[in-house]
Every structure is written in structure tokens, then in C-alpha cells.
């Protein structure tokens, strides 16, 4: 199967990030879908530092690029689509409500460390 996580906000908790390694460890795909706004300083290097640090295990990292967080949430849904994820874990509500709406993956919520399913 495959399966995406968003990196910050997601992949901070550690039940999470264990979930993700998990699957990894079991032969799933795992996809890191992150957003980006164009301009700032927290690009895909300091992203793939994060990742390291956090001992995240994954198949690819996707940098969802915008010029607003609406803009990122359609890219979010784009590459759910693309990459025929079956779930994808998120904590912005933003991206949650674009992706639920413009994919057939399974959309969990994260909210305050708990997941809303």
C-alpha cells in the first residue's frame, strides 16, 4: 500500500512518526507530502535535515509548493491523486478539507496529537 504524512505538525508526534516507520518497515510506500511557500527559508534541505533528525524512514519526500495555503492544499490533493496514496495523515484543516475533496484516499485529521478519523 501507500501511504503519505504530511512532515510538520504530522510527523512531529512521535506516535505518528512511528506509524509511518512501521509501515515502511513492512514494504509499504511511504510519502512525506509537505508544504512550501515560495520565498521563505524553510526549503527542502532544512526538510530533509528534519526528516533525519525525527529518524523518519520514507519512500520520497514531495514538496507541496503555493503562493497561499489553499494553493498548497490543491498540490497536497494533486499528488494524493498522482501517487494513488489509500491514506493520507495531515494536521492543517486547510489541506485536510482540499484534499478530502479532490481525492478518493482516506484523509486523517491530526488535531492536538489525537487523530480524528
Known sequence: ????????GTLDHPPILAEANAAFDAGH???IITGYLPG???DRPMKVAKLQALGARYTALHM???????????????????????QMIDDSPIFVEAMRRWTSARIV??????AVR
Open 1 to 8: 500500500m501507500k501511504y503519505g504524512f504530511d512532515l510538520d
Open 29 to 31: 510506500e511511504v510519502h
Open 40 to 42: 521563505t527559508s524553510y
Open 64 to 86: 507541496a509548493c503555493g503562493p497561499t495555503l489553499e494553493h498548497i492544499g490543491m498540490e497536497k490533493a494533486r499528488l494524493v491523486r498522482e501517487l494513488g496514496l489509500a
Open 109 to 114: 485529521e491530526l488535531r492536538h496529537s489525537v
